[in-house]
């Protein structure tokens, strides 16, 4: 089925399931431990096995000899399978860094070998008898030392660099001028759940059980790999202990597991370890940016420019923190310039909201720091600077935007009419107290997403689909919508997700799972629509579904009599066109932090949180709100945490554990809130939704940093911002 804008009326728009706070249906397997993770699935094929991985001692350079002789000898060893006796490995389209490293190292951590044992302990042990000589060559791990040497790199959404207008003398000319540069660490998605895969052949077919949030992406990618046809992997992946864009892509625990299997000729299971994970994986690259913004004395933004450095490993990518700066302020006279210098740290890539959370963390303290010198309410300078249109490319709309109204509304819920314009007036005890706002935006893509409805002779209906739950909510949306489209109540729905067997889905990424992969679950309810229409002779056009039952006129068939002893079986997915060169299609936010600043110890609290989305229609208010709190308390660990330490001359994360990279704990977020304007958006898919996850993360660092400022008067620039650099 091919969208066409704007989604007419249609069965969803009933609201009687879809938009209700349903609890998840996943949640009682959650809750009670019978969702197993990835590692855990002991029972799906006997003989399992355990890899341990090895990975390199040095950041960069050369194995100069291994010696695997001890290894090999140790009790309960069957294999070990290194880059010498691996065969051809081809590289995926999708990974910068080579999953199995040797004898070029490329990163510390990058896998080097994965020891096959009885046990897990058998094979660690072994794993620390292998003896291997490296020479280490110069590395470059200082992105402040080779950021000049950056490249123009494209961004997945757009060019390197833009500009509208004059950007230089209009910045010139402009009476009141910010010109600042803010930093933003390295940092680790840090998910409960580590990388994670069982593989076991059956001649040439490998199938793999691991945790994964792009099924079809990492079907393709491992055959590609291995050298096999793509037919013959099966990916399987319906339980994922959180993602956040680090398990978007094929790395080494599923590579090393299906090697491993080859070598030993039995399944076998491998984790990444945790300490091997911040090293081994990707993570999000450090930034430098710089912002320059000029405005009238009036407080109209007549220059912005935002320029941005980040590092990756040769063939990578930038960190696209520019991006939300082409869209989110009206200006005549515009830049936006992203550099890409080499790095020889772990893989950049993408964790969650990547270009906006960690360029929304330096444009909104510019935007704060040119309202304070204009003297303006940060609120009101971002109002009079609105745009209803794209800023470089005004004959584009955004099919809706209501960052306005969402910053109106938050001040009002929010008291932010007790806040001070002058900084470091609020004290209580010995606690400074500060609030502080930012505006969010991320982008809300839609993908074509697939999905098979089965209607059996009791009544059931069965989706089956690839998409996954990375603990968002899937399963229950896509429960919802099944169920307003078939006109059955939620019970009578099974879903069953994270197959490669199953239609291919958009997958959980980039924020577009949740509208894409229910609206491909819709264009399959269509098509059984009709052939249930089409059994029973009803005209498809006036038919209803309702209460279990498919009526037309005075005639009401039960559905499972419908359905007959075989059942009705139906499969589409949802394709869009054009729709993202005639709509500019995003979410907004306003997100508002309240924080104490210790007068004496400059320990920082965050005491309220409230954000206000302008998200499409809300599919359920429970899941969704439960997502952008996730992201809110990840912006709290951006803004006051997370940090990534480099080894500069060793050229590695020090950190690398949950002891040493530091995460929210529930004691750091007191109180939480979230509003959803809830307004349907019809150009976006007959769902008339958005994406959430990744909005809820995207302006909180900087509304920390402002609230922090507005309780002391202490403008930090260079996240993460510790008591140290406010004493
Ligand atoms: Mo998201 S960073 O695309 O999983």
């Given at each position: 089925m091919r969208f066409d804008t704007p989604a007419t009326t249609n069965p969803i728009d009933q609201l009687k399931i879809i938009g209700k706070p349903t609890d998840r249906i996943d949640g009682p397997l959650k809750t009670t431990g019978a969702a197993p993770y990835a590692y855990e699935r002991h029972d799906v094929v006997p003989n399992q096995a355990y890899g341990h991985v090895v990975g390199a001692a040095i950041a960069k350079g050369r194995i100069t000899s291994m010696d695997l002789a001890a290894a090999r000898r140790a009790p309960g060893v069957l294999a070990i399978v290194t880059a010498e006796n691996a065969g051809r490995l081809a590289k995926g389209?999708?990974?910068?860094?080579?999953?199995?490293?040797?004898?070029?190292?490329?990163?510390?951590?990058?896998?080097?070998?994965?020891?096959?044992?009885?046990?897990?302990?058998?094979?660690?042990?072994?794993?620390?008898?292998?003896?291997?000589?490296?020479?280490?060559?110069?590395?470059?791990?200082?992105?402040?030392?080779?950021?000049?040497?950056?490249?123009?790199?494209?961004?997945?959404?757009?060019?390197?660099?833009?500009?509208?207008?004059?950007?230089?003398?209009?910045?010139?000319?402009?009476?009141?001028?910010?010109?600042?540069?803010?930093?933003?660490?390295?940092?680790?998605?840090?998910?409960?759940?580590?990388?994670?895969?069982?593989?076991?052949?059956?001649?040439?077919?490998?199938?793999?059980?691991?945790?994964?949030?792009?099924?079809?992406?990492?079907?393709?990618?491992?055959?590609?790999?291995?050298?096999?046809?793509?037919?013959?992997?099966?990916?399987?992946?319906?339980?994922?202990?959180?993602?956040?864009?680090?398990?978007?892509?094929?790395?080494?625990?599923?590579?090393?597991?299906?090697?491993?299997?080859?070598?030993?000729?039995?399944?076998?299971?491998?984790?990444?370890?945790?300490?091997?994970?911040?090293?081994?994986?990707?993570?999000?690259?450090?930034?430098?940016?710089?912002?320059?913004?000029?405005?009238?004395?009036?407080?109209?933004?007549?220059?912005?420019?935002?320029?941005?450095?980040?590092?990756?490993?040769?063939?990578?990518?930038?960190?696209?923190?520019?991006?939300?700066?082409?869209?989110?302020?009206?200006?005549?006279?515009?830049?936006?310039?992203?550099?890409?210098?080499?790095?020889?740290?772990?893989?950049?890539?993408?964790?969650?909201?990547?270009?906006?959370?960690?360029?929304?963390?330096?444009?909104?303290i510019a935007i704060d720091e040119m309202a304070e010198k204009l003297g303006l309410d940060p609120i009101e300078f971002r109002i009079l600077n609105d745009t209803k249109v794209d800023p470089e490319k005004p004959d584009r709309p955004f099919s809706q935007r209501n960052l306005t109204q969402c910053l109106r509304l938050g001040a009002e819920r929010f008291g932010w009419s007790r806040r001070s314009a002058r900084p470091g007036q609020h004290r209580e005890g010995r606690w400074l107290l500060g609030m502080g706002v930012a505006a969010a935006y991320r982008g809300a893509p839609v993908e074509t997403s697939g999905a098979r409805i089965r209607l059996d002779g009791s009544g059931m209906v069965t989706v089956e689909t690839d998409m996954t739950d990375i603990g968002t909510g899937s399963y229950t949306i896509i429960g919802q919508t099944a169920a307003e489209m078939m006109g059955v109540p939620l019970d009578k729905v099974v879903v069953r997700l994270g197959d490669s067997s199953f239609p291919v889905s958009a997958g959980s990424g980039g924020q577009w799972g949740a509208n894409s992969a229910t609206a491909g679950v819709y264009a399959a309810c269509v098509k059984l629509r009709e052939a249930v229409a089409q059994k029973l002779g009803f005209n498809a056009a006036e038919v209803v579904f309702a209460d279990g039952e498919v009526r037309s006129g005075n005639r009401r068939v039960p559905l499972a009599e419908a359905a007959g002893e075989s059942g009705l079986l139906a499969e589409d997915r949802m394709e869009y066109g054009d729709l993202d060169k005639r709509y500019q299609q995003g979410t907004f936010a306003a997100q508002f932090i309240e924080a104490g600043v210790d007068a004496a110890t400059g320990e920082i609290r965050v005491r309220r949180m409230l954000s206000v989305c302008d998200a499409g229609r809300i599919l359920n208010p429970k899941t969704a709100r439960s997502q952008v709190i996730g992201g809110m308390t990840m912006g709290v660990g951006a803004a006051l945490m997370e940090e990534l330490v480099v080894d500069k001359r060793l050229g590695f994360f020090v950190n690398h554990d949950l002891a040493g990279y530091e995460v929210p704990v529930h004691a750091d977020i007191p109180h939480q809130e979230v509003i959803f304007l809830d307004e349907a958006d019809p150009t976006t898919s007959p769902m008339k939704a958005k994406g959430v996850a990744e909005l809820g993360i995207c302006g909180i660092g900087a509304a920390v940093a402002n609230a922090i400022h507005n309780a002391t008067g202490l403008r930090v620039r260079d996240y993460p911002i510790t008591l140290d650099k406010l004493l």
């Open positions: 389209n999708l990974n910068t860094a080579t999953l199995l490293g040797g004898p070029e190292i490329e990163h510390y951590h990058q896998a080097i070998a994965v020891v096959v044992a009885e046990s897990f302990e058998q094979a660690r042990a072994a794993a620390q008898l292998i003896r291997v000589d490296y020479v280490r060559a110069a590395g470059r791990f200082d992105l402040a030392a080779v950021k000049d040497s950056g490249r123009p790199a494209p961004l997945f959404s757009g060019p390197a660099d833009t500009a509208v207008g004059d950007f230089a003398d209009a910045f010139a000319a402009a009476p009141v001028q910010l010109d600042a540069t803010y930093t933003t660490p390295d940092q680790a998605h840090a998910m409960m759940e580590p990388h994670a895969s069982i593989a076991a052949w059956d001649g040439d077919r490998l199938t793999l059980w691991t945790s994964n949030q792009m099924i079809d992406w990492t079907t393709g990618e491992l055959a590609k790999t291995l050298g096999i046809a793509k037919e013959k992997v099966r990916l399987i992946s319906p339980f994922i202990g959180g993602g956040f864009g680090g398990k978007l892509f094929l790395r080494a625990d599923a590579l090393l597991a299906a090697l491993g299997a080859r070598a030993a000729g039995r399944p076998v299971k491998v984790a990444l370890p945790r300490p091997l994970m911040f090293n081994n994986t990707t993570h999000r690259p450090a930034t430098i940016q710089r912002l320059r913004i000029g405005a009238t004395r009036e407080g109209r933004i007549t220059a912005i420019g935002h320029e941005s450095w980040s590092g990756d490993l040769p063939g990578g990518k930038p960190e696209a923190a520019v991006q939300q700066t082409r869209l989110l302020y009206a200006g005549a006279n515009r830049l936006t310039t992203t550099r890409l210098a080499e790095l020889d740290l772990a893989e950049g890539n993408a964790m969650r909201a990547p270009g906006e959370a960690p360029g929304l963390m330096a444009l909104e």
